[in-house]
């Protein structure tokens, strides 16, 4: 079994910062890639950004510049947010891409999602 375990979330007024955290636990032993992605009210759920095991970074465009993702020599990821936008408003999932067995194939894994919510 593999658990994502999101925190950091909550409000902010708009320019703020706000700092998302997942730590993966269980059987993981190969990990390809870890991310966040977002969910808004009446919108589709959408890459914000991920990160490799080597270290190579994906964006989507709205946060280049704002948003930076990081990860520990363990299995967690950071979110760090900073001028924070309305349009920012949403639950942020935790995502892994990786393998519990030698020989098995790469899973997707996925938190149960923190709200992050920017006042204008």
């Known amino acids: 079994q593999v658990q994502l375990v999101e925190s950091g979330g909550g409000l902010v007024q708009a320019g703020g910062s706000l700092r998302l955290s997942c730590a993966a636990s269980?059987?993981?032993?190969?990990?390809?890639?870890m991310g966040w992605y977002r969910q808004a009210p009446g919108k589709q759920h959408e890459l914000v950004a991920t990160?490799?095991?080597?270290?190579?970074t994906n964006y989507v465009d709205s946060v280049k510049g704002r948003f930076t993702i990081s990860r520990d020599n363990v299995k967690n990821v950071y979110l760090q947010m900073n001028s924070l936008k309305p349009e920012d408003t949403a639950v942020y999932y935790c995502?892994?891409?990786?393998?519990?067995?030698?020989?098995?194939?790469?899973?997707?894994?996925w938190g149960q999602g923190t709200q992050v919510t920017v006042s204008s």
């Open positions: 269980g059987s993981i032993i190969r990990i390809n890639s």
């Open positions: 995502h892994l891409h990786g393998s519990t067995s030698i020989l098995g194939g790469l899973m997707d894994y």
């Open positions: 990160i490799t095991s080597g270290g190579s």
